[in-house]
């Protein structure tokens, strides 16, 4: 739109590091799965979906994300803003999960999401912050699987990523579910 095109100006040459917290992360799970529809081979006629019908945990009908419709939509709006959404794309170099609650777990749309991202002058490197609030919950497994699925799927593809873990010697608790916005580094 070039009504916003005109506005940034200058500011389109910083890099970016962008950080999702809690039920944030969705908004990341979303970037990974646009980046690797835009990158895929043939082009996808339809948005690529993050989260694996293969899941072997199977969410509760209560868990806000699996209301979110992310099935069967075009891509062709994505298409018709290639340009722009990649110039965006590309100024990435971090990105963030802290203490996530989902994590994109489909390789369909991993894969290319890495392939996109090695393409890159700079590489985004990816970080999964994690507290035992989230990663050791026992009523919400889906959350270390995805967790570890995603992890390994990055490490597989020959991404960088860091798994970072924050007090482990702590009481899971919400209250260090919020203080690692505190606690987390940039870099390990």
């Given at each position: 739109n070039?009504?916003?095109?005109l506005?940034l100006g200058?500011?389109?040459?910083?890099?970016?590091a962008i950080?999702?917290?809690s039920?944030?992360?969705?908004?990341?799970?979303?970037?990974?799965a646009?980046c690797?529809?835009?990158?895929?081979?043939?082009p996808?006629p339809?948005?690529?979906?993050?989260h694996?019908?293969d899941n072997?945990?199977l969410?509760?009908p209560?868990?806000y994300?699996?209301?979110?419709t992310?099935?069967?939509?075009?891509?062709?709006?994505l298409?018709?803003?290639?340009?722009?959404i990649a110039?965006?794309?590309?100024r990435?170099?971090?990105?963030h999960?802290?203490d996530g609650h989902?994590?994109?777990t489909?390789?369909?749309a991993?894969?290319?999401?890495e392939?996109?991202?090695?393409?890159?002058k700079v590489?985004?490197s990816?970080f999964?912050h994690?507290t035992p609030?989230?990663l050791?919950?026992p009523r919400r497994?889906?959350?270390?699987f995805?967790?570890q699925?995603?992890?390994?799927m990055l490490?597989?593809f020959?991404?960088?990523?860091?798994?970072c873990?924050?007090?482990q010697?702590?009481?899971?608790s919400m209250?260090i579910?919020?203080?690692v916005?505190k606690?987390?580094k940039?870099f390990?």
């Open positions: 070039k009504k916003y095109q506005n200058d500011d389109l040459q910083h890099p970016i950080l999702g917290f039920r944030g992360v969705l908004v990341l799970n979303q970037l990974v646009e690797g529809t835009l990158s895929s081979t043939p996808s339809l948005l690529l979906d993050w694996s019908p072997k945990y969410l509760p209560y868990e994300s699996q209301k979110i992310r099935q069967s939509i075009s891509s062709k709006e298409f018709s803003q290639k340009s722009l110039e965006f794309l590309d990435i170099e971090e990105m999960w802290i989902r994590f994109p489909h390789r369909n991993v894969l290319p999401f392939k996109w991202n090695s393409g890159k590489r985004c990816i999964l994690g609030r989230q050791e919950d497994k889906w959350i270390c995805e967790h699925s995603f992890f390994g490490k597989e020959g991404s960088l990523v860091w798994d873990r924050y007090f010697d702590k009481k899971k209250d579910h919020f203080e916005l606690a987390f940039r390990p």
